[in-house]
């Protein structure tokens, strides 16, 4: 993500990948790469913190914090944000993403 790498990233996601963004947005697989590949989301830094995996026979669920700088089409993105993302190991053994939900964590006097 913070080299904006689509070739890289498209493997990872299953081909019926839901993304929902912090806004809301629902994103499938070839609109989430559109948007990697159009530098519509532009991080500058990236730090993950406090990741759970929990690993439920062939699916795995992960949940994060991600503290992050950079924008989304000139929107200032900055802020700390809790990430859960649902993989499932397919039948060649490849764990793909299959769904990703992300929110913002609203910092007190924070009122975006």
Known sequence: ???????????????DYTGITAQGAIQTKEQALASVRSNALQLTSLSISD???RIYGS???????AELTGNRKNQDLAGRYRYTRVYVRN???QWKIV??????????????
């Open 51 to 53: 990741r759970k995996v």
């Open 1 to 15: 993500m913070l080299k904006s790498n689509s070739t890289a990233l498209e493997p990872l996601l299953a081909d």
């Open 59 to 65: 699916t795995a669920v992960v949940t994060s914090v």
């Open 99 to 112: 769904s990703f939900e992300a929110s913002r964590i609203q910092e007190q006097g924070d009122r975006r």
């Open 91 to 93: 039948q060649q053994g």
